[in-house]
């Protein structure tokens, strides 16, 4: 089922903030970047790049000046994909013509046998499908079409899918019927064409991802031969590291997440679609294996993944570096879609788990709460002059940018924040999931006869009042792993909350009540993770906590929490678009002045520490912030 | 006084060891790696140059290819340090043949206007001092100079040393007298050029010191401009970047240590021994600010300094990370040189302590136990699979190789070690000073009428006996500031330990008998240190303690230091040469198992911690290891 988004209406503050400002200020605010109205900001010229090759194709101009990444394509997608939803939850005649006509600059933008790609058709025509290593048009594909299976959803319109389903089918000829060899150098038209194959029903394109799975890596020397044939580059990659890429074995034979972490997650998405689709025993088992790895050897407690700048990616298990991490943001999206369709491969909560941890820390935080301003990187510990500033740390930045030169990101957030409905809830065995607890109204009256109405301050309180109407329907309920005492009444009974595999399963309820544990707890990394040793995090609920200078005198790295103290949720505030703080018992330690090291014993005074969640930190100026706090 | 190791014959088993290693194993195996004849190390061809060179030069010969670092001239030069003075350790007439050959050649390979580099001889001989940022002509002259002086004061031959003269002549005609602009992209040779002052009292040698000195940064841009009139590159390295070779402005008004570190305190030690000669009250301020800077804001407890491989750099203050630190061996080696000029120019301990600190800790673990492997980069966490490998980790080897195409190190460690008396004493305002605790016979019979022996198992155990003989005398004994509790016999009689500036003055004694506190101690560093927040390090007298796997099942990561517990030393064993291991009250904890992260609170097993000292780590194998542990 694909229109969670349309059936279902939120209400609750925490996401109907979002989805305000989503509609309000993120969406307008990225369409000016993408037309570059944003002063001080990087250039987009995305817009630009598919009016000049509309240009070309319409008109036999001669070609403009490409500007950008060689992807840049891709964050019209995104934004596009974002901008569709957004109409779902706020209709806007306004930005749906908007929609409309640069829907058709990019149709105007494709060649009559269905190939798209603005930095191609500007810079280089005659080098099309040549460098698939670096040039990222399968990719660009893929975020397209994604962008044209959300228009479609949205709005019913077919103007963007049909174009796209050409582009597909030119792509399908070259890779699968003339037999061209390759693979994406950067996976995501597998799940791209999975979401298409959802949307049309047409097993085309699920096998033309099946195909690009299948491939890849069988040859994983393609890259290397490749290069070596292709005689230009875009960046000058090195073809001979296969990890990167995640190209060095065929796919089933995978048992590490490696390499470039949005690449791995994008591609390990594709994977488990097609696998949900087909019951391949071994594409779900590689699945499950690297799902096993990122999340309980090479995940952040934030949900981040991919913790090196180098090559933004993977590197070896319990390697999780605190204060050069790298995160990306777009990896723990990519994180979100993998847990998303690890759920309709097999309903376990521990995907839900990770997918609410990747979405309520690292997801958010990429985003300014103005949303103005966006993180592409998110470190667990900052220290300005440092942070941002000493090389290593270079692109652990301590405040969000206004935007990116490569600005994969920002919308990237956007889109996920406005499709936050097919995350939140799920249909399988004619059962209803709710994964994520978001308040508001599910209609589904179409599907099942039933409507579910959802009251909850979430993740602010722990209460989810679930109140089920029309036809009796069974429902699957998330019990999060991090509650350690749940209550469950069913019409107003207590039930023994009993979950399996996560879900407690109810059937027939009128209301199911669910009072969530959310005491501030204390969190423990594995001794294996070298950064995290004799360290502790707080949670509440799914929200990390950290210390923010603002909030502790200026000084985050003196501090440490009393290992047998309280840690108190506070009364709401205005803070922070209205988020809970935390108040810990703690100490401010002085270690001896004018000298680095000393055999004093630092004195500890007694402070309280105010914690605030990660996904808030840096909306308050330059700043030190620490996830991860000594203990004493 | 130039005559420290002529007059000063070590006895002590520490250094006596080292003593022997150097003359029997690391001065012929370094003298092997300079002639290429050790299997599966990276070849050093330095002394081939030399004779290519000579051969042009004399025989007008076709150069022959020319191999290795731009400045591989330089590791000739330190082994030929190292070895001149082991000959006054050890006379060994075939090392002292070969000596004069390899100096023969060298003499043969100078121009006859005196110029001398193998580098432009054999590769550009038309491109002479047009690249004085990269290409390293005044840093391999500087440290041929003091290979003349250290062969000059060893052996009394002055082959070597009027070579030297005669470029120094040269370098000082065209700078000086000619006034063309520049100063070194590589500081070196301003120490050099006082040593050469030193031992021949020619004041147009400190002159030129001087001048190098007192032109840097005055034109901050003079690289800039070379670079861009050039056309020529060794690497291409970024002349914009002016801190990485210290000169973003004239040396005086320098406050904080920038850039490369090895470049640094080799400047700041030209500096130093250049203003105690001088008196020169602004050289001398902005030489202590930068010892102030570096040794309480961007040193290693171990006294490695510059944390980055970026540059191998300095970066900001209190900046230390412990798995991805640089310290590399030079930086550390010239952060003594740079201490101990600063003795000269004023007797405060604190430059002694640092000298020890970084000569007991990182520079001794430069070299393998046996003599034969070494560490270019001396980090404070390794972690097998991640340290050496990981992307930002690659430069922290978790063992020492066999050599490095770069071998600036290995030979700089040799010359160290085989001038330790240097360090060890001084004499000044006619007081003996003793630096640091040597066992041995000091003969100042030609220069106070006196001898000194000292008897002790020092860094092993905290008794240093001294016995003078002869002329009255006064001494001059640092306290450390490290030991906490320390008593002093004079003629066996106890006084009153109560040093002026980190010495205590003893006049006309027979014995003075020094105790030591060597309790193990826990050392905290700064809170601002946020790599090292929480974490407690172990110390005894000054050697820093770490944890390595094969003493502890393998397992450091786990382990935690029991906040209450004893540690204490263990009796002699012969492991690691006979050095003292320590027993640390601990605990091993046990996270849970098959997650990252855990609410549930780590289980604490009491275990005994067994602790090495720093410099033996990385002898057994490869390993986890770690200096600073968790405490609780």
Same mark, same amino acid.
């Given at each position: 089922?694909?229109?969670?988004?349309?059936?279902?209406?939120?209400?609750?503050?925490?996401?109907?903030?979002?989805?305000?400002?989503?509609?309000?200020?993120?969406?307008?605010?990225?369409?000016?970047?993408?037309?570059?109205?944003?002063?001080?900001?990087?250039?987009?010229?995305?817009?630009?790049?598919?009016?000049?090759?509309?240009?070309?194709?319409?008109?036999?101009?001669?070609?403009?000046?490409?500007?950008?990444?060689?992807?840049?394509?891709?964050?019209?997608?995104?934004?596009?994909?974002?901008?569709?939803?957004?109409?779902?939850?706020?209709?806007?005649?306004?930005?749906?013509?908007?929609?409309?006509?640069?829907?058709?600059?990019?149709?105007?933008?494709?060649?009559?046998?269905?190939?798209?790609?603005?930095?191609?058709?500007?810079?280089?025509?005659?080098?099309?499908?040549?460098?698939?290593?670096?040039?990222?048009?399968?990719?660009?594909?893929?975020?397209?079409?994604?962008?044209?299976?959300?228009?479609?959803?949205?709005?019913?319109?077919?103007?963007?899918?049909?174009?796209?389903?050409?582009?597909?089918?030119?792509?399908?000829?070259?890779?699968?019927?003339?037999?061209?060899?390759?693979?994406?150098?950067?996976?995501?038209?597998?799940?791209?064409?999975?979401?298409?194959?959802?949307?049309?029903?047409?097993?085309?394109?699920?096998?033309?991802?099946?195909?690009?799975?299948?491939?890849?890596?069988?040859?994983?020397?393609?890259?290397?031969?490749?290069?070596?044939?292709?005689?230009?580059?875009?960046?000058?990659?090195?073809?001979?590291?296969?990890?990167?890429?995640?190209?060095?074995?065929?796919?089933?034979?995978?048992?590490?997440?490696?390499?470039?972490?949005?690449?791995?997650?994008?591609?390990?998405?594709?994977?488990?679609?097609?696998?949900?689709?087909?019951?391949?025993?071994?594409?779900?088992?590689?699945?499950?294996?690297?799902?096993?790895? !990122?999340?309980?050897?090479?995940? $952040?407690?934030? /949900?981040?993944?991919?913790? =090196? #700048?180098?090559?933004?990616? *993977?590197?070896?298990?319990?390697?999780?570096?605190?204060?050069?991490?790298?995160?990306?943001?777009?990896?723990?999206?990519?994180?979100?879609?993998?847990?998303?369709?690890?759920?309709?491969?097999?309903?376990?909560?521990?995907?839900?788990?990770?997918?609410?941890?990747?979405?309520?820390?690292?997801?958010?935080?990429?985003?300014?709460?103005?949303?103005?301003?966006?993180?592409?990187?998110?470190?667990?510990?900052?220290?300005?002059?440092?942070?941002?500033?000493?090389?290593?740390?270079?692109?652990?930045?301590?405040?969000?940018?206004?935007?990116?030169?490569?600005?994969?990101?920002?919308?990237?957030?956007?889109?996920? !924040?406005?499709?936050?409905?097919? $995350?939140?809830? /799920?249909?399988?065995?004619? =059962? #209803?999931?709710?994964?994520? *607890?978001?308040?508001?109204?599910?209609?589904?009256?179409?599907?099942?006869?039933?409507?579910?109405?959802?009251?909850?301050?979430?993740?602010?309180?722990?209460?989810?009042?679930?109140?089920?109407?029309?036809?009796?329907?069974?429902?699957?309920?998330?019990?999060?792993?991090?509650?350690?005492?749940?209550?469950?009444?069913?019409?107003?009974?207590?039930?023994?909350?009993?979950?399996?595999?996560?879900?407690?399963?109810?059937?027939?309820?009128?209301?199911?009540?669910?009072?969530?544990?959310?005491?501030?707890?204390?969190?423990?990394?594995?001794?294996?993770?070298?950064?995290?040793?004799?360290?502790?995090?707080?949670?509440?609920?799914?929200?990390?906590?950290?210390?923010? /200078?603002?909030?502790?005198?200026?000084?985050?790295?003196?501090?440490?929490?009393?290992?047998?103290?309280?840690?108190?949720?506070?009364?709401?505030?205005?803070?922070?678009?209205?988020?809970?703080?935390?108040?810990?018992?703690?100490?401010?330690?002085h270690t001896e002045e004018g000298t680095l090291y000393s055999t004093t014993?630092p004195k500890?005074?007694?402070?309280?520490?105010?914690?605030?969640?990660?996904?808030?930190?840096?909306?308050?100026?330059?700043?030190?912030?620490?996830?991860?706090?000594?203990?004493?």
């Open positions: 089922m694909n229109n969670w988004i349309q059936n279902f209406k939120i209400s609750d503050p925490f996401w109907k903030r979002y989805e305000d400002l989503l509609t309000d200020v993120v969406i307008p605010y990225q369409e000016a970047a993408l037309r570059d109205q944003i002063p001080d900001a990087e250039k987009s010229h995305s817009i630009e790049n598919f009016k000049m090759a509309a240009d070309v194709m319409q008109n036999g101009a001669e070609p403009g000046e490409y500007y950008g990444m060689v992807f840049q394509d891709s964050d019209l997608a995104k934004w596009i994909e974002a901008a569709s939803y957004s109409l779902l939850q706020k209709p806007d005649p306004d930005l749906e013509a908007r929609l409309d006509e640069v829907i058709e600059t990019i149709k105007d933008a494709q060649y009559p046998d269905g190939y798209l790609n603005t930095y191609f058709t500007l810079k280089a025509p005659d080098k099309k499908w040549t460098n698939l290593q670096e040039a990222h048009e399968l990719y660009c594909a893929g975020h397209m079409i994604e962008a044209a299976v959300a228009n479609y959803e949205a709005t019913g319109k077919t103007v963007l899918l049909d174009t796209m389903k050409r582009m597909a089918d030119h792509i399908y000829q070259r890779f699968v019927v003339e037999g061209h060899p390759g693979y994406p150098g950067h996976p995501e038209i597998e799940l791209a064409l999975m979401r298409l194959y959802h949307a049309t029903g047409e097993e085309k394109y699920k096998e033309l991802s099946a195909h690009f799975i299948n491939v890849r890596g069988v040859d994983p020397d393609y890259f290397v031969k490749e290069a070596a044939a292709r005689g230009w580059q875009v960046w000058g990659m090195e073809a001979e590291d296969r990890t990167y890429a995640q190209n060095q074995m065929p796919v089933r034979d995978m048992t590490k997440a490696t390499g470039h972490a949005v690449r791995a997650v994008y591609l390990y998405s594709g994977m488990a679609d097609l696998a949900a689709e087909t019951g391949d025993k071994d594409l779900i088992k590689a699945c499950r294996t690297l799902w096993d790895n !990122i999340t309980t050897q090479q995940m $952040y407690i934030t /949900g981040g993944i991919g913790s =090196t #700048v180098h090559g933004e990616a *993977f590197t070896k298990d319990y390697n999780l570096p605190n204060a050069t991490a790298y995160a990306e943001t777009c990896a723990s999206i990519g994180l979100i879609f993998f847990a998303r369709r690890m759920l309709e491969l097999e309903a376990d909560g521990r995907y839900a788990d990770v997918m609410e941890r990747a979405l309520y820390n690292t997801v958010l935080a990429g985003m300014q709460l103005d949303g103005q301003r966006f993180f592409y990187v998110n470190p667990l510990e900052v220290v300005p002059g440092i942070s941002g500033v000493v090389p290593g740390y270079r692109h652990a930045l301590p405040q969000r940018p206004k935007w990116y030169g490569c600005a994969c990101c920002p919308p990237n957030v956007s889109r996920t !924040i406005a499709s936050i409905a097919k $995350y939140a809830w /799920g249909l399988k065995d004619e =059962t #209803v999931y709710s994964h994520l *607890f978001l308040g508001g109204e599910l209609d589904l009256t179409k599907e099942l006869g039933a409507r579910i109405t959802v009251e909850t301050r979430y993740p602010y309180e722990g209460k989810v009042k679930y109140h089920i109407e029309g036809v009796p329907i069974r429902m699957a309920i998330r019990i999060p792993e991090w509650s350690r005492h749940t209550k469950l009444l069913v019409n107003g009974v207590p039930i023994t909350v009993w979950p399996y595999k996560g879900y407690q399963y109810i059937s027939d309820a009128q209301t199911i009540e669910l009072y969530l544990d959310m005491d501030p707890v204390r969190v423990y990394a594995s001794s294996r993770v070298a950064s995290d040793s004799g360290l502790t995090a707080v949670m509440r609920g799914p929200l990390v906590y950290c210390a923010e /200078g603002v909030d502790n005198g200026g000084d985050v790295l003196s501090l440490r929490l009393a290992g047998n103290g309280q840690i108190i949720a506070e009364p709401y505030t205005d803070t922070l678009c209205g988020t809970v703080k935390l108040k810990a018992d703690g100490y401010c330690v014993r500890l005074e007694p402070v309280q520490i105010d914690l605030i969640p990660y996904y808030t930190w840096g909306n308050r100026g330059l700043n030190e912030m620490r996830v991860w706090l000594p203990e004493v």
